[in-house]
């Protein structure tokens, strides 16, 4: 974490940006003085928070945290630091509590049990396991339990639905639901072939955070 806060600082996370990390005539062994700058420490906090919960952070492919270190960030990291970044910045921004910051008592009502909504995602036909991947990432994401019911057929051949109800916390089922949530491919023409594209998108990232050894869960 040390590793990406530095990143950001330097403009490197974000293309086009400024770091705050970087000024002018900067002296050897030096300290950049955040309260000095415009907005202070909160607005750096705040700013790394907002890229954090950026979808192109939480959806990325493997992230290069050189020259800081040698080491990278995997696909579930990046998604465990964005639903980090949200459970932080929603009670604040939307209801001004803390709650989910360090050092203070949790937000009940985040953490109270309720139904989702329904809804449902296509996989391709004759996906193996697809049960048991729902509900080991239902499980992960910190939902109590996941009613899962498959539809029945439609005319594409190629894909089936399946109806998803996922049981939780408020946080535990936006986590489960922002996973499921696959934008179509614009650029291919062919309906049919983009309905087919988006359950096969589905199914890979299923298969990526539904195996017991990716862990999603911030807890």
Excluded at 35 to 47: H, N, S
Excluded at 175 to 184: A, D, G, W, Y
């Amino acid at each position: 974490m040390d590793s990406v806060v530095v990143l950001f600082g330097l403009g490197e996370l974000k293309k086009g940006s400024v770091g705050w990390l970087t000024v002018s005539n900067f002296e050897e062994n030096g300290t950049v003085d955040l309260e000095k700058q415009l907005g202070g420490l909160g607005k750096r906090f705040w700013d790394l928070i907002r890229l954090l919960m950026s979808r192109n952070f939480g959806f990325s492919e493997r992230i290069s945290l050189k020259p800081v270190t040698k080491r990278y960030l995997e696909p579930s990291q990046c998604l465990t630091l964005h639903f980090a970044a949200e459970d932080t910045f929603y009670p604040i921004a939307i209801n001004r509590r803390f709650a989910c910051l360090p050092g203070t008592s949790g937000d009940q009502k985040l953490h109270k049990v309720t139904e989702g909504i329904t809804f449902i995602v296509e996989i391709p036909r004759n996906s193996p396991n697809y049960k048991e991947l729902f509900e080991t990432l239902a499980k992960k994401c910190g939902c109590k339990y996941l009613v899962l019911r498959k539809k029945p057929d439609r005319m594409n051949a190629k894909s089936c639905r399946i109806a998803l109800k996922p049981v939780g916390s408020f946080m535990a089922v936006r986590k489960f639901c922002n996973i499921l949530e696959v934008s179509p491919n614009v650029d291919e023409q062919n309906f049919r072939k983009r309905s087919e594209m988006l359950a096969e998108e589905t199914y890979k990232r299923l298969l990526m955070y539904g195996q017991p050894s990716v862990n999603n869960n911030n807890n």
